[in-house]
T-cell receptor, first 119, second 111 residues
């Protein structure tokens, strides 16, 4: 089954304790992205990756790191989590991105979400 | 970065009625997409409309795009209780690589 998976689904942690949220897709998609969703703010893009070893900042990258060593995986790393990073996080992927796609292949497939609480 | 805006923020209708949601954006876009989210779950893609298209249909969904007004609308006809969800528009501009979502419209369809 084509899907985007995230782990863990729920996480409670304390300030300063490094954590990683994994994201994996089995659709051979080039583009992957992380979003956070907060009440009243909608979804905001944290980081995205156009392909292996190619990543770039979204709108709210502060406090986060990502890596794309393999096409299927795009982990989100919080080196020193703080309470303002308490949020619902979504990973998404798309077949291609940008001018190569002509727009039609930019449908994003979302993971189920990770609820993070930082105390 | 650009920011999409949906209007209204919340909409409550009776089953069988039509629901219309609007979206505005600020820059030139390559395409605009609508997504649906059931409470706290992942988003599901509904429809994509390209900047050179004016209208698109998919089942009970109809999307229009007016690039001169930088706006789009999503119409759900003959709504059902199962359509209760939040609906988001999202777009990528012609020059950037990131993707911007609006704050969403919460639709409640009452049986």
């Amino acid at each position: 089954e084509a899907q985007v998976t995230q782990n863990p689904r729920y996480l409670i942690t304390v300030t300063g304790k490094k954590l990683t949220v994994t994201c994996s897709q089995n659709m051979n998609h080039e583009y992957m992205s992380w979003y956070r969703q907060d009440p009243g703010l909608g979804l905001r893009q944290i980081y995205y990756s156009m392909n292996v070893e190619v990543t770039d900042k979204g709108d709210v990258p502060e406090g986060y790191k990502v890596s794309r060593k393999e096409k299927r995986n795009f982990p989100l790393i919080l080196e020193s989590p703080s309470p303002n990073q308490t949020s619902l996080y979504f990973c998404a992927s798309s077949l291609v991105w940008g001018f190569r796609s002509g727009g039609g292949q930019e449908t994003q497939y979302f993971g189920p979400g990770t609820r993070l609480l930082v105390l | 970065s650009q920011q999409g805006e949906e209007d209204p923020q919340a909409l409550s209708i009776q089953e069988g009625e039509n629901a219309t949601m609007n979206c505005s954006y600020k820059t030139s876009i390559n395409n605009l997409q609508w997504y649906r989210q059931n409470s706290g779950r992942g988003l599901v893609h509904l429809i994509l409309i390209r900047s050179n298209e004016r209208e698109k249909h998919s089942g009970r969904l109809r999307v229009t795009l007016d690039t001169s007004k930088k706006s789009s609308s999503l119409l759900i006809t003959a709504s059902r209780a199962a359509d209760t969800a939040s609906y988001f528009c999202a777009n990528r501009d012609n020059y950037g690589q990131n993707f911007v979502f609006g704050p969403g419209t919460r639709l409640s369809v009452l049986p």
